[in-house]
């Protein structure tokens, strides 16, 4: 049974640009979150897709965006990136309101 | 925005030790979760509790959930070299909603 899978596992990119990160739930979760983890610091909620639907966003940007698809994977989107943006990016699945689950993380790098 | 207290922020462990260390807020959750996580990696989730007073093992990991629903407690026991790493606590509001995370205890090994 595979866990929590995301990808890419690090990514590289220019101020000012985009980036997508994926994430595919545990098999059988349906409830998907994203957090954002800077250096040194605990994870930080940005958002929980349900029924393809935000259903409760963090204190983030309007350029933090996302997107949960009908077999429940989903995409984080960020744009106009700023250096501050650079951290471990993770997704955590779950049954509706049971315990969650973590990938391993995208590690965003902006430059 | 909403905060976790943990205490200690770091530790130092000599194998065979027991070692403590906790979470407090100043509001209350309805649920808290106890993770681990290893530097590169993604947070492993160790125990969850759902009930004020509930005291559950792991292994030879004991947490338990605060009767005031303000905190929660972690005891590792006859630690050993892999219990290295940063753990975090998490607590939840309500069903479903997100987690809010601690700021980490990081557990190193004494030299």
């Known amino acids: 049974d595979a866990g929590v899978t995301q990808s890419p596992t690090h990514l590289i990119k220019t101020r000012g640009q985009q980036v997508t990160l994926r994430c595919s739930p545990k098999?059988?979760?349906?409830?998907v979150s994203w957090y954002q983890q800077a250096l040194g610091q605990g994870p930080q909620f940005i958002f929980q897709?349900?029924?393809?639907?935000?259903?409760q966003r963090g204190n983030f940007p309007d350029r933090f965006s996302g997107h949960q698809f009908p077999n429940y994977s989903s995409e984080l989107n960020v744009n106009a990136l700023l250096l501050g943006d650079s951290a471990l990016y993770l997704c955590?699945?779950?049954?509706?309101?049971?315990?969650?689950?973590f990938g391993q993380g995208t590690r965003l790098t902006v430059v | 925005g909403q905060q976790l207290n943990q205490s200690p922020q770091s530790m130092f462990i000599q194998e065979g030790e027991d070692v403590s260390m906790n979470c407090t807020s100043s509001?209350?959750?309805?649920?808290w979760l106890w993770y681990k996580q290893d530097p590169g990696e993604g947070p492993v989730l160790l125990i969850a509790?759902?009930?004020?007073?509930e005291l559950t093992s792991n292994g030879r990991l004991t947490a338990q959930f605060g009767i005031t629903r303000k905190d929660s407690f972690l005891n590792i026991s006859a630690s050993i070299p892999s219990d290295v790493g940063i753990y975090f606590c998490?607590?939840?509001?309500?069903?479903?909603?997100?987690?809010?995370f601690g700021g980490g205890t990081r557990v190193l090994v004494k030299p």
């Open positions: 509001s209350i959750f309805n649920t």
């Open positions: 897709y349900y029924e393809e639907e935000e259903r």
């Open positions: 998490a607590g939840r509001k309500a069903a479903g909603n997100k987690l809010t």
């Open positions: 098999s059988g979760h349906d409830t």
């Open positions: 509790l759902y009930k004020a007073g």
């Open positions: 955590a699945s779950s049954l509706a309101a049971d315990k969650a689950f």
